[in-house]
């Protein structure tokens, strides 16, 4: 059964067969082959990339659009209320916190995506102690 590719992240780090050679760290697109990397190379004189150098350990990533994005539009909703539940057990400094953040918003968010940004930042709120 073949392995399906999937989105990864390649760190900064140094190319370990050759020399003075460095990574630069990218997103790298879920496919096998025909992969650009950025690389640094730092020695005075060119170097010739055999093929299938390895160029690090690639760690898989996830879209930000399968992160952020619900699967369900009225999850938000949903969250939103929850967040309006979970509200009543703000500490004061919770409380004081999430309304500066909500004051340095832009203006030009609608109340909707007021409610949402509320919504995550009380779901998201780290507690300190």
């Known amino acids: 059964m073949r392995e399906k590719p999937q989105m990864g992240v390649l ?3 140094r190319v370990a067969s050759l020399a003075r050679v460095y990574t ?6 879920p496919r096998f082959t025909d992969i650009k990397v950025p690389v640094l190379n730092a020695a005075e004189s ?5 093929k299938g150098t390895d160029l ?3 760690e898989v990533a996830e879209p930000l ?5 619900p699967e369900d539009p009225a999850g938000m909703e949903i969250d939103a209320q929850v967040s309006n539940e979970s509200e009543q057990h703000l500490t004061i400094d919770e409380q004081t916190v999430i ?9 030009e968010l609608t109340s909707e ?17």
Not at 99 to 107: C, G, T, W
């Open 46 to 50: 060119s170097q010739i990339f055999p």
């Open 24 to 29: 630069g760290r990218s997103l790298i697109p």
């Open 11 to 13: 760190e900064n780090e």
């Open 99 to 107: 309304a500066q953040m909500m004051e340095n918003l832009p203006a």
């Open 56 to 58: 690090g350990v690639v």
């Open 113 to 129: 995506q007021r409610a949402k940004i509320e919504a995550l930042l009380i779901h998201h709120r780290v507690y300190c102690q």
């Open 65 to 69: 659009e399968n992160v952020l994005a």
